[in-house]
């Protein structure tokens, strides 16, 4: 390149050491356009006016000492100040002259693109800007971009609009508490051919979980129409993960696909004036996800191909086009990447826990973002021009943000918005501020009132609570360098796959119970049979209002399959699968279900099958359910869908459990329905665990030894059925105790027994977690694992070290 620079550089003449040339979107469009196609990745094509361009702009039209002047003692927490001068540099670069020289390169350029891609092609304008997308500074979204615009005259307006943007209030208030001077950081603006995702579909991707950083996953979001609704967090998109080791192997582990409510899309408009609008949405695309599995697990195999070559986690805007008259129909292009700018900074040599103390009323919830909890005085803001009444330590609600709203944000202790998915400007924004933030509640600006006491809760996992009141709380800090090694192994029960992906960073040995009745529950929420017998539903719907209801939920809920029992199988093997991903390559021990009558019956259509039992915990339980012709169809859905989560995505460290077993002839039952149903022990590294939980179990160890791989004590049931009391009965709970010298006797039999067969024995009761005696007694019994709430693994370890300690001094 000659020593004088450029005004105009085509993609294919760029890389991405041109940041200060090009700015950093340009930079890294012209890096994968040149050295990405290669591998598969689509990029549209375009070109860039260079930084040279805008300093021209400037020098030509004398703006830099105006500029300044304007600047001159300004204070970015002075909200209406900053506005008022902010709106007085944009005026003064929109009413300057666009030199001659650059408008004929811009006109020039354009009709380049013409030539390749028609005429009046629709093009967006995009700002760049030469400090953009550094590694620990997010410029996201500081500038402006304009979306479908057509012909030169147009493109130049647009070019020029894009210099002015250089000075919105949020991008001059972001560089002064950046520590940015406003005079070294110049713009660059890309002309970019559009993908027709108004006609299709579009969002945005990262190669972390943005919650908890876990590197593991690619983060998919999705939605209809044009990108530009969800960054501005105007919908709530589709949302998948993906697990990276097993893709790499060639499996197809989709680990997660999640509905978004998707009520709006933005198409291109038919006015120049206004070139996109805002429409809602049919039903059929409410309820249907944007993405095929196969264009899923494209995008997230150019997501570790982006990453790859980056050599940092990134943040991928993607788009699929609709119309494809001169571009490609259905075709998936990447518009944009940049380094993800939270947790890949981190260094992770604490993990915090946050923990309410106390309890409020739930005024509303949304989708949690981090797993921080804040508390404050509420401040409602429906309108830009309100912003200035916001006082710095107070929570922000609204409708949804965008970086205008970046100058009060910063002084807020949480957000909470009525719309947005998790990443929606606002869930962006408060992960780099480090505040809690709660994202889609629908309601919460007509629910909460401005100087509410209110607390927001974003430390259960996926859903975020807003609580009235400020609800006591504790941050427990753990230096994870400081941990011992132990003989035992310290695992942890999980049963929630929102939160496994945060869990596994607590240093663990895998899992030891993974409950997978919380996914019935909550992702699935109907009975098996139901599913199973829709077709029969339907017609008994016709004849009985009650089944009528069972009928519309399951068609609401699983709308996306012909055939409903799918829906079973997909959502529990997803569900079961974020565990075995967060904790991979360690063993994940799967319970399988355990539900009482009671507790399935309370399922969508439960009551139709379920028989009415006076003591559950004694009755239709656990292995006796699963040989059951009643309910055998049901327990195949479930050996379906975790060997769809071992074999199609891979995640062979996931073992199973029997509960509830009450004879070894049960056991054998039990081992040859899931060999029928695809289970095979021993096939592919599979193990089948049997829990101990009844005094049977250990008095028959040794015919239990013969045919499972290993034990896991269950002391809370171990103890009621020793003991002879109902565990949930208030009446005798005195007596109910886990180290009464009877359950010790039996679990220390049970431990020998096993070992001396060659199998290995844990716990995944609560007893470890709450007696510390307890779990020394388990130390010097020689137990293999113990398997512990995750609240409890850090101390519980620390205990067993000192233990080995002590009991290795004496030998």
Known sequence: MSDQKPLILWFDQISKDDVPLVGGKNASLGEMYSKLTEKGIKVPYGFAVTAEAYRYFIKENHLDDKIKEILKGLDTHDVLDLQKRGKKIRTLLLKAKMPEKLETAIRDAYAELEKRYGKNTDVAVRSSATAEDLPDASFAGQQETFLNIRGVDNVVKYVQKCFASLFTDRAISYREDKGFDHFSIYISVAIQKMVRSDAACSGVMFTLDTESGFRDVVYITGTWGLGEALVQGKVTPDEYYVFKPTLKQGFRPILSKKLGSKHLKMVYGEDPKHPVKTVKTTKDERLSFVLSDEEILKLAKWAMIIEEHYERPMDIEWAK????????????????????????????????????????????????????????????????????????????????????????????????????????????????????????????????NTGDKITVDCSQGEIGRVLEGLVDYEVERIDLEKLPETRTKIMMNVGIPEQAFAQAQIPNDGVGLARIEFIIGSHIGIHPLALLNYEKLKEEAKKDKEIEKVVAVIEERAYNYANKADFYVDKLAQGIAMIGAAFYPKDVIVRLSDFKTNEYANLVGGYLYEPVEHNPMLGWRGASRYYDPKFEPAFALECKAIKKARDEMGLTNIKVMVPFCRTVEEGERVIKVMEKYGLKQGENGLEIYVMAEIPSNVILAEEFAKIFDGFSIGSNDLTQLTLGLDRDSELVSHIYDERNPAIKILIKQLIETAHKFGRKVGICGQAPSDFPDFAAFLVECGIDSMSLSPDTVIKTRLLVAEKEKELKKKK
Request: with cysteine; proline share 4%; glycine share 12%.
């Open 321 to 448: 086009d609709g119309d494809g008259k001169t571009i490609g129909t259905g075709e998936i292009f990447i518009v944009q990447a940049r380094p993800e700018t939270v947790h890949a900074i981190k260094e992770y040599k604490y993990y915090e826990v946050y923990k309410l103390k106390g309890e409020g009323r739930v005024i509303c919830t949304g989708k949690a973002v981090g797993s921080k909890i804040g508390q404050g005085k509420a401040r409602v803001i429906l309108s830009l021009n309100e912003i200035a009444n916001f006082k710095p330590g107070e929570i922000l609600v609204t409708e949804m943000t965008d970086p205008d709203w970046e100058p009060i944000m910063k002084k807020a202790s949480a957000i909470i918005t009525d719309r947005g998915g998790r990443t929606c400007h606002a869930a962006i924004v408060s992960r780099e501020l480090g505040i809690p933030c709660i994202v889609g509640t629908e309601n919460a600006t007509k629910l909460i």
